[in-house]
């Protein structure tokens, strides 16, 4: 528990809630609310606070279980499996006590269990050194291969940008082992495909396209979505009831960058799909963007074949018949754009960005024939990242199984 960065309240308040929940040394504190929901600690020792909504409280009976014991569950795999489970979709995920309090958990003798919690803090301070001094090799690492990356953008030609694509595929061919820079260089590809230097089309920047938030290249210019579009329509905001038949239902969790994962999409019956759809029917080319919650500013196009409707958090965008569709959806998933998105939330704890402004969003635009082509290489880009992104996790699930063999030799 940080409480560096907390709220305040008064004494009356204090007290008020002390009278129905006093927190003491050796209590577990689970958060129930929110996307980390299952995040646990023990109270090492006691001060004054009081506990919001979104945190439990829950007392070991020190006669029967141990903190460390308790929270060495629910820190487990089985443990978040259980505590998931339970968690009731709304606005947020929820987790009620009545629901913690049928969760089970497997309670050896008071003694073995503190073997246990201490064999296993022996096993994780061997892993944090272990960890501590990868990391401070992959940081070396990552603030080289970063260099390179970040000179891609600030290319200025065509000619600029294969000369640092030389360098880095040149001096950085062992880069993609590194966790997190195949994100990263996706980034990247975004970026560059908004500033007009991805194809060969592109040509010096032009002084003209000063309305947006950067000069444009020659024969590009800057347009409010607004004016690239013909409809904007918000989901509506009531949680939908699901079943195991009937239409896609897309939240956010079923959006990932240039994809619908809409196979793992929850499922409405034929009367709410009808309502869900009643202002406008997704078809396919058509933009769902999600635009609230921790998983803002991802945009996906509407695949072929494919009737959907919005669930919480999304809504839906459908551009003119001279645009690009693919071309817009790859822009609003650039950093160009997701900058504008966040600057919009005014850092709210729920950042959701209101549809007004998602309407203003400056959006770089060259001819129809350069949407197309920039839309080929970066798709063709993608997903050359995308299989290689699944080599990689392929190779972490070997490492881990490794990792968990060696760990059950060392506690044997």
């Excluded at 953008?153 to 600029?160: H, I, K, Q, S, V």
């Excluded at 329509?233 to 809409?262: E, F, K, Q």
């Excluded at 058509?286 to 500013?297: A, H, P, V």
Aim: charged share 25%.
């Amino acid at each position: 528990m940080d409480i560096a960065d907390t709220d305040f309240v008064s004494q009356a308040v204090a007290e008020k809630c002390w009278r129905r929940c006093a927190p003491r040394e050796g209590d577990v504190l689970m958060v129930c609310v929110g996307a980390t929901t299952g995040r646990v600690c023990v109270l090492p020792k006691m001060r004054s606070f009081v506990l919001v909504r979104s945190v439990a409280l829950l007392r070991p009976d020190t006669s029967q279980i141990s903190a460390a014991w308790l929270v060495l569950f629910l820190r487990s795999p089985e443990g978040q499996r259980q505590i998931w489970a339970g968690v009731k979709e709304q606005a947020q995920p929820c987790l009620y006590i009545n629901r913690m309090k049928t969760m089970v958990l497997p309670l050896p003798p008071l003694a073995e269990q503190k073997r246990i919690v201490a064999k296993v803090d022996q096993l994780m301070a061997l892993c944090d050194d272990l960890e501590a001094k990868q990391n401070k090799k992959r940081d070396l690492a990552t603030q080289s291969t970063l260099a390179a990356l970040a000179a891609l953008p600030t290319a200025e030609t065509p000619a600029d940008l294969a000369l640092a694509w030389q360098r880095l595929e040149r001096e950085h061919s062992w880069m993609w082992s590194i966790s997190g820079m195949v994100d990263q260089f996706k980034k990247t590809i975004l970026d560059l495909a908004a500033r007009g230097l991805l194809t060969s089309a592109g040509g010096a920047a032009d002084p003209g396209t000063n309305d947006g938030p950067f000069l444009l290249v020659k024969g590009w210019r800057w347009l409010r979505l607004e004016a690239l579009a013909s409809h904007f329509v918000d989901c509506l905001h009531s949680t939908p009831r699901c079943g195991a038949n009937g239409y896609p239902s897309i939240r956010t969790a079923d959006v990932v960058p240039g994809r619908l994962m809409w196979r793992q999409a929850r499922l409405v019956d034929e009367k709410q799909f009808a309502e869900r759809v009643r202002r406008l029917a997704p078809r396919e080319g058509d933009i769902l963007y999600s635009r609230e919650g921790e998983r803002l500013g991802i945009a996906a196009c509407v695949p072929p074949g494919v009737r959907l409707c919005l669930g919480q958090r999304m809504m839906h965008i459908r551009v003119r018949d001279d645009v690009d569709s693919k071309f817009v959806m790859w822009i609003l998933n650039s950093p160009v754009v997701y900058s504008q998105a966040v600057g919009d939330t005014g850092g709210s704890t729920s950042p959701h960005v209101n549809m007004k402004d998602i309407r203003q969003f400056w959006i770089p635009v060259p001819e129809p024939n350069e949407q197309r082509r920039i839309v080929v290489v970066v798709e063709r880009l993608m997903s050359l990242l995308d299989d290689l992104e699944a080599k990689l996790r392929k190779q972490e699930q070997t490492a881990t199984r490794l990792a968990e063999s060696l760990a059950a030799a060392v506690a044997a």
